[in-house]
């Protein structure tokens, strides 16, 4: 789960971080008001679940309260498209209305769980401000890397290190520190899975503030940290996520194709979607349906696939284990009798129970395509989303 700029500074406040003074606007008036409080020279920024706002013309800089309000009424009067939104944009339904740091220096913090040191890792970089992949591709070596122990924790020996490698001043050793440890507390206690600070700014009397600040949080955590599930934002979301959530299918991932796929299990989801790829088609979604023991299940993910108008074609790759293929074939056959399902479907099925799932499909007449293993299923959702035949 993703939370706003403002909602992630404010937690990052709460753990000693230090943060501009700033609050949120709801309304191009409020943002006037917060101006005239805060004084001097001010940044209104759009509040989004993505990045590239500078470039998209999100982040404005003003001198007056009056100025204020002009670019929180540009900024919130359209939807702000950037390289992350798509050509349809995201709606702005606020703005965080802070006091301008005068920069000097900009530095990067983050933290993330790295699969290959099987735990979280510190990253920083004296090259802050810009796309860390790009710094990546281009100056690996300004990336510096502490995996962190989860049972040792931060250690201030790491900080020093790290600061060490950007270049920092001795007197700034201690306070990146003091921040490098507070993120990590903040990342463990919230159970975030990516905790970034980018640009860490140091401003030209050497102080450090955390100028924008990024907080993911892992779903699967969501229920103990209640406090940190209020902060969603379902303006943000995708309706169809949003949607298959409701319906307790959490693996649903919208798409931009119109090849709607159904699979058991994320690894055949994966090849299931590089298949038809591979044959040059492109899938509507990822949707690991998982361990299916109830048909109520799959006529839910028929009903987002119904609702999904770019979907042309259903394909669904069934390896029955957990998943039994019967409970697979009589979810297919209620979601034809109980909805208008114009897609036409095309279906895949090995495994536990299939030949009980083959009568059930049989004897209930529904108009299927088969597919007799899943490159010759890919092939033919791509010919039945084209129009063709199959």
């Not at 940290?225 to 979301?237: G, Y």
């Not at 395509?369 to 010759?376: E, M, Q």
Request: proline share 5%; aromatic share 4%.
């Amino acid at each position: 789960m993703k939370v706003h700029e403002y909602q992630s500074k404010a937690l990052l406040k709460e753990y000693g971080i230090p943060v501009p003074p700033g609050e949120v606007a709801q309304t191009p008036a409020q943002a006037r008001e917060i101006a005239a409080r805060l004084g001097g020279e001010i940044v209104v920024k759009a509040q989004v679940h993505a990045g590239g706002r500078g470039k998209g013309g999100g982040i404005k800089i003003v001198s007056s309260p009056a100025a204020a309000e002009a670019a929180a009424a540009q900024i919130m009067g359209q939807p702000l498209v950037t390289h992350q939104t798509g050509p349809r944009g995201v709606p702005v339904p606020c703005v965080l209305v802070t006091r301008s740091v005068d920069i000097a220096r900009e530095l990067y913090l983050s933290i993330v769980i790295d699969p290959a040191a099987r735990g979280p890792v510190l990253m920083a970089s004296e090259a802050g401000g810009m796309d860390i992949e790009e710094v990546a591709a281009k100056t690996p070596e300004k990336i510096l890397h502490a995996p962190i122990d989860p049972v040792a924790g931060f250690q201030a020996y790491m900080g020093r290190r790290l600061s060490f490698g950007m270049n920092l001043a001795a007197d700034q050793i201690r306070p990146a520190s003091d921040i490098m440890g507070g993120l990590y507390r903040l990342f463990r206690d919230k159970d975030c899975s990516l905790a970034e600070i980018n640009p860490l700014a140091m401003d030209k009397e050497g102080k450090l503030w955390a100028v924008d600040a990024k907080l993911n949080f892992d779903d699967n955590a969501l229920g103990r940290h209640q406090d940190v599930s209020a902060l969603r934002d379902p303006s943000q979301e995708d309706a169809l996520e949003l949607q298959a959530i409701s319906y307790g299918i959490t693996n649903y991932i919208k798409l931009g194709g119109n090849i709607g796929c159904l699979v058991n299990g994320a690894g055949l989801a994966m090849a299931t979607m590089d298949t038809i790829k591979h044959f040059g088609g492109d899938p509507a979604n990822f949707l690991d349906i998982g361990g299916v023991a109830r048909v109520e299940r799959v006529v839910n993910a028929f009903k987002l696939f119904v609702a999904d108008p770019q979907v042309k074609a259903i394909l669904v790759n069934i390896y029955g284990g957990i998943a039994r293929v019967d409970i697979i074939a009589q979810g297919i056959v209620d979601s034809m009798k109980t909805m208008e399902v114009k897609a036409p479907i095309v279906v895949r099925l090995a495994g536990t129970n299939l030949e009980e799932g083959e009568r059930i499909l049989k004897e209930s007449g529904v108009k299927l395509i088969r597919g007799k293993d899943l490159a010759d299923a890919a092939q033919k959702a791509i010919a039945a989303a084209k129009g063709g035949r199959a």
